[in-house]
């Protein structure tokens, strides 16, 4: 089924009205809303079971499990919505492992009050996030809260991969004269979502930049299969990830500047509202730290991939025991790059 088919079930959907108590209550109105809303959009074999729990196949390899919550506001913004954050967040989660997503689950709070027509775009959402993905929603629930108890809907994901058995990818395996390469512009998710919540307009919409990297990693993996250190950096931008990972091998890291992409819309945005783009969330980037005599095949096989068009090389790893991050400026001169103090951005994912 493609996007226009699923939007055009959507719209044909005779889900009106507002999600009540008895959506959670257990009884009549929560199949309904489970049949008519999830499993129609969602619709797979395990889901098909319609048993407490999904029986899954056996894998050969070590299997990843990661889980991740989405509170984000507003729940529809440039570029995407709550729905395929909720998956591609998960997803990615698996895939920074070096492993290969293969089933997911999806929790559901919903505000008694909350439009379901929505709810059932959410859902659609979240269904053509899964497939572009690969990765099917096998398992789910769903709860409802009084209204005020809430702020329209929560999505609670967890995702299932498979590891082989020769990758070894972990924040604590960066070495010094390691190199340093991002898959593209920091920066843009966080920004659409401020401009949405904070109803700024700026001459080009800026766009969030969610969506799935598994299949960005699998090209990573099959032209570098040693690369040491996978992760996107989501809440706290690249100055926050690049600092848990510095913290995490015990390792210095000094990145450029100018070596760093970011888009001209967001670097302005930024500038007029006081923010670093460094500090700045993403939802469809990653970080990637592998052997300096690697860095130019990983950089290329990154480059040659869709998701991939704008990677850079933006720095290296030193040896430092206070494990500092620090970045060369334009201007020559040379800053730290620390944790983000406080909460530049609540509500981000």
Not at 2 to 7: H, K, M, N, P, V
Not at 21 to 47: C, E, P, S
Not at 88 to 99: R, S, W
């Amino acid at each position: 089924m493609t996007a226009a088919d699923l939007r055009l079930a959507a719209n044909a959907s005779n889900a009106r009205g507002s999600v009540d108590m008895t959506h959670g209550a257990g009884g009549r109105a929560m199949a309904d809303l489970i049949r008519d809303v999830f499993h129609k959009h969602l619709a797979n074999d395990y889901l098909a079971q319609g048993n407490d729990g999904a029986l899954l196949g056996s894998v050969s390899g070590r299997l990843v499990m990661a889980a991740d919550s989405h509170v984000i506001s507003p729940l529809f913004f440039p570029g995407g919505d709550i729905g395929a954050l909720s998956v591609h967040g998960t997803v990615n989660d698996v895939a920074m492992m070096g492993a290969r997503p293969l089933w997911l689950s999806a929790s559901f709070i919903i505000e008694e009050g909350f439009p379901l027509a929505d709810l059932e775009r959410i859902v659609v959402s979240m269904a053509l996030a899964a497939r572009q993905a690969g990765v099917p929603v096998v398992t789910g629930d769903t709860k409802v809260v009084e209204k005020g108890k809430g702020d329209g809907v929560f999505i609670s994901t967890t995702g299932v991969g498979v590891l082989s058995e020769a990758t070894d990818i972990g924040g604590g395996n960066a070495r010094p004269g390691d190199a340093i390469i991002v898959s593209g512009t920091m920066g843009d998710h966080g920004i659409a979502i401020l401009s949405k919540r904070e109803h700024l307009d700026f001459e080009t919409e800026i766009l969030s930049d969610t969506q799935p990297l598994n299949d960005l990693v699998a090209a990573m993996l099959a032209a570098v299969p040693g690369i040491r250190v996978l992760r996107d950096p989501t809440r706290g931008g690249l100055s926050a990830t690049l600092n848990e990972i510095a913290h995490q091998s015990k390792v210095g890291m000094v990145i450029r500047e100018t070596a760093v992409p970011v888009n001209p819309e967001v670097a302005a945005a930024c500038e007029l509202l006081g923010l670093d783009p460094l500090n700045v969330a993403n939802e469809g980037k990653l970080i990637a730290i592998c052997g300096a005599d690697d860095a130019a095949t990983l950089l290329a096989a990154m480059r040659s991939h869709p998701k991939g068009l704008d990677a850079a090389l933006i720095g290296e790893v030193v040896a430092d025991e206070h494990a500092l991050v620090t970045m060369r400026t334009r201007l020559g001169g040379m800053r730290v790059v620390d944790w983000i103090a406080g909460e530049q951005l609540p509500r981000i994912c």
